[in-house]
């Protein structure tokens, strides 16, 4: 940890779920409170004026919901892009893949333990990508199953496995299947700093931004299936 406390911009149309997500984080003492947002305009508004260190991003909202105001301030494209944490409802929300799609460094489910939420900014903050592991499987196979997963003559597909080691394809699959690196480590009988190389590697190797959208090819090219 730095000096510095991560400052958090939180855009929740709920007053009460934001007022929560306030005591939780002003709570800490290496996090900030810098502004509060009720709707994804003021949210975007806000990012660009305060320029947080995260963003923590409801979804179903009035006006210009979460996945536009996330793509404008992380998608493709944008020159500064801003961390932004998704906080959904699985049950409710259908838009979690878009969120990712739209440049979302991660998710957490609402119910989840405040301990779990702060550390999920830290982590995000750290520069890891966040997919709550226990929903990672269901979550995004779910909705990438939407997308026609690519069979095995696909030429993108093809296109990601010739850019990879063996080595490197499986580390990703097993990224897709929700695994930590911690996890991949005990599953390839590898160090984590190991681990972490390879991630490295696969996200320069397919020009990718960070660890949800090396989950989101995996499923779209088919290297792992949504069902």
């Known amino acids: 940890m730095t000096d510095t406390p991560i400052r958090v911009l939180i855009c929740e149309d709920q007053e009460l779920v934001r007022t929560g997500y306030v005591t939780i984080f002003s709570a800490q003492p290496d996090m900030e409170v810098v502004g509060e947002a009720a709707d994804g305009r003021a949210a975007v508004e806000?990012?660009?004026r305060l320029r947080p260190d995260i963003v923590v991003m409801d979804i179903r909202m009035p006006g210009l919901d979460g996945i536009e105001a996330?793509?404008?301030?992380?998608?493709?494209?944008?020159?500064?892009?801003?961390?932004?944490?998704?906080?959904?409802?699985?049950n409710v929300d259908e838009y979690v893949y878009e969120a990712l799609r739209a440049g979302a460094a991660g998710f957490l489910l609402k119910d989840t333990r405040p301990a779990e939420l702060v550390n999920g900014v830290r982590t995000i903050v750290g520069g890891e990508s966040l997919l709550a592991p226990a929903v990672t499987r269901t979550l995004i196979g779910?909705?990438?199953?939407?997308?026609?997963?690519?069979?095995?003559?696909?030429?993108?597909?093809?296109?990601v496995v010739r850019a990879l080691t063996p080595r490197e394809l499986e580390v990703l699959v097993q990224i897709a299947a929700g695994l930590s690196n911690a996890e991949i480590a005990a599953e390839l009988s590898i160090t984590v700093e190991t681990v972490k190389t390879y991630v490295s590697r696969i996200l320069t190797k397919l020009d990718l931004r960070d660890r949800v959208q090396a989950v989101v090819l995996a499923y779209r090219v088919g290297l792992v299936s949504a069902g």
């Open 70 to 90: 996330t793509r404008q301030l992380a998608g493709p494209g944008v020159a500064n892009p801003v961390k932004v944490l998704v906080v959904t409802t699985f």
């Open 142 to 159: 779910h909705y990438a199953g939407r997308l026609r997963p690519a069979d095995t003559a696909n030429p993108a597909r093809q296109e």
């Open 46 to 48: 806000a990012a660009r």
